[in-house]
């Protein structure tokens, strides 16, 4: 199979949207959607009244009409605006037990169907419309630590004849041979990890096409599967340990935009409170080679000469997130693109590795831009509420139920869910501030709107160079022509 050289990375939430993603596949990249809440994502466009009837274009190439109907019927707002926020809530997805489990009350099957379907729906919706027309390659991206709607999601994508899957943020050791099963038209489910729980105990976030749907396709095309990882160890592991075929792996290293991979050993800040990595963290690359399979870098490759770069450490290519997520085409709120980019063009952009703002544990870049909740009395002032739900860590009670707690729900009800006090001090809710970014934000408490959040890498200067040349319009197909300057002439990049 021939492998696109670049690779536009996903960004969640919603900020590699079906627009971007169609517009880099177009050009020969690999564009890719971010799966990451898309049923939240669907749901709330939906209430917004579906500016430019997208959404509804995508639901009626549905193969399930009747789901599709439903899907309307639930979440459709004829009278909404873009200024619409008062989202309802999506029922919040809950771990299954493998064995044993007890059958399910009518409310809570309820609930179930309502959010299966909505993820599927959404899921199938972003990729067919990054697809629809155009012949290019277009991929979607979910995070391993967000698992509970992982194989809801990747049904839906796959439905829709999505070519790759990419998977970070955690070791995604099941997801090939999930991405198998349902290739054979066959239910599937991964495992999930509920601390405190016996190892004996199995908890797993199932999907069964025969469930949801009324007549599953006998079969579907398997997609690609490319890990995202940080080092070559974890490289390796996939490649010995997982459940199925890995076809590449993109390594990323700790400049990249959004999460990052703490540093190996004892985590140390310097004197801004950044953490401190070392030669550890530094990849090999022959020893990359070695493992045969394509491979791209990330994390500050987006100049003239990464390509080049990157093929001469053996790569196949780049994997790029911070120049596509200014440009026109991205979801993020055209008044957050526009107030960074100024910044980035007086050098006044200043961009954080937060060692704790994320309730994932990882480090996270975050962009000081005042009004965000990188600003500390924005923070400070937000109302901890938890209503979506995706980072939350499922935990054994002690009575055998499964609780859920998330380090940025409020303090007190996260200790009394046995959490530590010091994850919670800083941390974001993320799930409520991303969706801020692309004006999905949600109205809480009364009056309040949920404020943004921006993430973006380290390496500015690319940034600088780009709207230096492109203006700060710059599109999709700038970014690419900036990419591929040096290596233009090749047949595919
Ligand atoms: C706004 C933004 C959001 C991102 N979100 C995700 C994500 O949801 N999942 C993921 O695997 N990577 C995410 N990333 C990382 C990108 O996919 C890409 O690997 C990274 O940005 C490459 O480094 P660069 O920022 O230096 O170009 C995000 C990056 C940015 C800038």
Not at 14 to 30: E, M, N, Y
Not at 187 to 194: C, K, M, P, Q
Not at 453 to 481: C, N, P, W
């Amino acid at each position: 199979m021939e492998h696109p050289n670049i690779i536009q990375g996903g960004m969640g939430v919603g900020v590699s949207d079906w627009r971007l993603a169609r517009a880099v596949s177009a050009q020969g990249a690999l564009g890719v959607v971010s799966g990451t809440a898309l049923d939240t994502v669907m749901a709330r466009r939906l209430q917004q009244g579906d500016q430019g009837g997208h959404m509804r274009r995508g639901l009626s190439a549905f193969p399930d009409r009747a789901l599709a109907d439903r899907v309307l019927a639930d979440w459709f707002r004829p009278d909404g605006t873009a200024d619409t926020h008062d989202f309802a809530p999506l029922p919040m997805r809950e771990a299954v037990r493998a064995e044993g489990a007890p059958v399910p009350s009518a409310a809570e099957a309820e609930s179930r169907r309502i959010v299966d379907e909505l993820t599927v729906a959404a899921n199938f919706v972003e990729v067919h419309l990054a697809k629809e027309g155009q012949p290019g390659l277009v991929g979607v991206n979910y995070l391993e630590k967000v698992q509970l709607p992982n194989p809801a999601s990747i049904y839906g994508a796959m439905l829709a004849g999505v070519d790759y899957i990419l998977m970070g943020a955690g070791i995604p050791l099941e997801i090939p041979g999930l991405l198998d099963r349902y290739a054979r038209g066959e239910a599937g489910e991964i495992r999930v990890y509920v601390d405190g729980a016996p190892k004996d105990t199995r908890y797993v976030a199932r999907f069964d096409p025969a469930e949801v749907l009324a007549a599953p396709p006998a079969s579907l095309k398997r997609p690609a599967f490319l890990a995202i990882v940080s080092s070559y160890i974890l490289a390796a592991t996939m490649l010995t340990r997982a459940s199925g075929r890995v076809d590449g792996i993109v390594v990323e290293n700790q400049t990249a935009g959004g999460h990052n991979a703490p540093p190996r050993g004892v985590l140390e800040l310097d004197e801004r409170g950044e953490p401190i990595y070392g030669p550890k963290d530094d990849v090999d690359y022959a020893k990359m080679v070695g493992l045969k399979i394509p491979f791209w870098l990330g994390g500050s490759y987006g100049m003239p000469d990464s390509l080049r770069a990157s093929k001469a450490d053996g790569a196949t290519g780049i994997q790029v997130g911070t120049l596509f997520a200014f440009c026109r085409e991205s979801g993020l709120l055209p008044e957050l693109k526009r107030r960074f980019l100024k910044a980035v063009e007086a050098g006044k952009a200043l961009v954080f590795t937060h060692p704790d703002a994320s309730p994932t544990g990882y480090p996270f870049k975050i962009a000081l831009l005042e009004g965000t909740l990188s600003d500390e009395s924005v923070f400070e002032g937000r109302l901890r509420v938890c209503n979506i739900g995706l980072l939350r860590q499922p935990y054994e009670t002690g009575d055998g139920r499964v609780g859920y707690r998330c380090p940025a729900e409020a303090p007190s009800s996260f200790e009394k869910k046995g959490g530590a006090a010091d994850l919670a001090k800083n941390a974001r809710c993320l799930c409520n501030a991303l969706l801020a970014n692309l004006g999905l934000g949600m109205s809480y408490a009364g009056a309040r709107l949920e404020k943004p959040l921006l993430t973006v890498g380290k390496h500015l200067e690319s940034l600088r160079l780009l709207i230096q040349r492109f203006g700060m319009d710059y599109s999709a197909v700038d970014v690419l022509a900036f990419l591929r300057a040096e290596v233009a002439g090749e047949a595919k990049t």
